[in-house]
């Protein structure tokens, strides 16, 4: 099972994957990630405008969200995301819980990262 959703997402990775650096502090990995459909966050009025957030989600493979040390990076509130096109993403914690992440399947094989358009 566990080779089988592997490959699910390697194949995932490759058809609707794009590159990112996911940045943590003083350290920063390069690896493919796979963007999420918008949600709509809250809404903000502001002077009489309203602001709308855009959240996105990305799902990253585990075995690639490492540091030099081949250690896995916990998704933090404050790390970033930066896109192929230099679109910067801020790391957010989910609503109602105080992690950034959840696996996205039993097998922790990928994991979905909370995000906000900077």
């Given at each position: 099972m566990?080779d089988a959703l592997?490959?699910?997402f390697?194949t995932?990775?490759?058809?609707?994957?794009?590159?990112?650096?996911?940045g943590?502090?003083s350290?920063?990995?390069?690896l493919?990630?796979v963007?999420?459909?918008p949600r709509?966050?809250?809404?903000a009025?502001?002077d009489?405008?309203?602001?709308?957030?855009?959240?996105w989600d990305?799902l990253?493979?585990a075995?690639e969200?490492v540091?030099?040390?081949?250690?896995?990076?916990?998704?933090?509130?404050?790390?970033?995301v930066?896109?192929?096109k230099?679109?910067r993403f801020?790391?957010?914690t989910?609503p109602?819980?105080?992690?950034?992440?959840?696996?996205?399947d039993?097998?922790?094989?990928f994991?979905?990262?909370?995000?906000?358009?900077l």
């Amino acid at each position: 099972m566990l080779d089988a959703l592997d490959s699910h997402f390697s194949t995932l990775q490759a058809t609707l994957g794009r590159g990112v650096t996911y940045g943590a502090g003083s350290t920063s990995v390069e690896l493919v990630a796979v963007k999420s459909r918008p949600r709509l966050g809250r809404d903000a009025i502001q002077d009489g405008v309203t602001h709308t957030s855009r959240n996105w989600d990305w799902l990253v493979s585990a075995k690639e969200l490492v540091n030099e040390d081949g250690e896995f990076i916990e998704p933090l509130k404050g790390h970033t995301v930066t896109d192929d096109k230099g679109k910067r993403f801020k790391v957010l914690t989910i609503p109602g819980e105080n992690k950034a992440w959840r696996w996205s399947d039993g097998q922790e094989v990928f994991l979905r990262i909370f995000t906000e358009e900077l």
